[in-house]
C-alpha cells in the first residue's frame, strides 16, 4: 500500500484557516488501511478543526466525506455536488489522490493533509515500512525476496558497504543491513551463489518521471469502437 | 607517460607504506602542504579522502594535482556518494590528465553522517561497478561502450573490511572483494585492524586471489576514542588490553605512537604493507613509521 503520514496539525491549520467553507476528503483504501486518512481519520481531523476554528473565533463550515478511491475517476461521481458547496478541499490521500482531487474537482482548491512516505507493508500494529521504491525494474527474485535498491539505505545491488555492524545499518541501530538479511534468507534456501556475479549496472533510465504505463489490451477496443462510429 | 609509483612499490616487493590526508573545509591548504612535506620520503602514496564522513571540504582531486606538484605520490579517493555515472567517469579522466595515476573506488558513507544530512544520496553506482568503470577507461571506452581519445592508466585499489562481526557481514565482505578483484582492483587497504589474530586468519582466507592487501591501523589517542569506535565504527574492535594501556599512559601520545607501531611489526608478516590512517595525527606518521623500524 501507500503509505501516508499526516501533518501536523498547525501546519493544516495554516494551510486552511482562510476559508469559509472546507470539506475534509478522505480515501478508502491505502490511507486508511494504514490509518491516516480513511473514514476514522476524517472524522478526527474535522472535529480538531471544528474546535479550533471556534477558539479562535472563525465560523467556518466543515463538512466530512470519504470515497472509495482519490485515485479514480468513477468514485469522485458521490461528492461532486457535495464539494460543488465548499471553498476548498483538505484531501486526505496520497499525493497522487491530492493531485487527482484537484483536477476532477476543479476550480475548488485543493490542500493536502498528509505526506505521502512511502509504498510499504504493515508490519505491526502502527507501524508501517517501506518495501518498494517502484525502480521499475524488479530484480527482488535473484534476492531471496528482498529488495536492495529500497532495504539497503544506499541502495548497493553488489554487496554491502563497510558500515553494517551486527546485522544493523550505518543508517541507524533501528536498521537491519539488507544484505545481513540477504545473505540469511539465500542461505536458507541454498542459493548464495545467486551472490557472487556481478550485478547488472543500474538502469535509471526507467525512472524517468512522471511515469506512465498503458495496457494495450485495454486501449485497444476504445480505437475499434470509434472505427465502429 | 602514467606510471603509477604505488604500483611499482608493489611490484618491488617491499613492503608498502601509504597514509592518508583529509583535505580541510576552506581553501587553505597551508597544513596539507606541511604534511605532505613530512612524509613525501616516508610514505609510498598519501590517500587523499573524498568528502569525508560526509563532511563538505575541499575536493579530493584537486588535493591530489597539489600533491603531484609537491612531490608526492597521491592515490584519489572517490567515492559514490555525491556524484553519477557521468560526473565520476568525467572526475577520472580529469584526473588522468592531472596526471594522478592511483585511485581507489568506495561507497561513501550517507549523507545523514556528515554536516549536509538534507543532501540527496546518489550511489548512482557501486564500489563494484565504479570499478569496472575504471577498467572499462583503462582500455579506452566508457561505460556505454564509446570510444575514448585518450585513455586512463589507473592503478585502482578498494577497500575491504577484514573484522565484520557476523558470519553474514564476513562472507559478504569476502564475496564482494572477489567481485571487487573481477571488477578490476588491484589492491585492498582495510577498515583499521587490532586484533593481529583475526587479520591473520582474514589473510589466509584471501592469500588464494594474490592481490596485495595494506592492512588499515589507526593510532589510538585516547580510551575514549577506542570505546567511541568499538560502539560506533562498523569492523573495528580495540582489545581491552590496548584501552587500558592507552587509559594508564602518562604521555597518551607517546604511548598511542608505540602501540601503534607495535601493531605494525606484528602485521608486517602477514600482508603487503600498511595504511596508516592517523585522523589529524598525520605529522606523527614519520614518528610512527620510525618506532615501527620501516
Redesign the interface.
Known sequence: MIVGERKTFEQIWDSVKGFKSLLVLGCGTCVAVCQSGGEKEVGLLASELRMKSRMDGLEIKIGEATIERQCDREFFDSIKDKAKEYDAILSMACGAGVQFTSEVLEPIRVYPALNTRFIGVTEAEGNWAERCRACGNCIVGDYGGICPMTIC???????????????KC??GQEKD?A??LI??RL?RQNR?DN??A??A??D?SKQTHPGRYINEVYLKPKMEDKSAQ | MPNSKLKQAFESGKFVVTAEAGPLKGTDITELEEISNLLKSKVDALNVTDQQSSVMRLGSLAVCHLLKGWGMEPIFQLTCRDRNRIALQSDLLSASVLGVENCVALTGDLPSSGDHPQAKPVYDLDSVSLLSVISGLNAGKDMMGNELKGKTDFFAGAVVNPGADTEASYELQIMKMEKKIAAGARFFQTQAVYDPEAFSRFMKRVEQYRVPVLAGVIPLKSAGMAKFMNKSVAGICVPQTMIDRISKAEDKTRTGIEMCAELIKQLKGMCQGVHIMAIGWEKKVPEIIDAAGL
Open positions: 539505505a544506499k541502495g548497493l545491488v553488489n554487496g554491502p558497504c563497510g558500515g553494517s555492524k551486527n546485522g550505518e543508517a543491513c544484505w545481513v545473505y540469511n542461505k548464495l551472490l557472487r556481478p550485478a549496472t543500474k535509471y
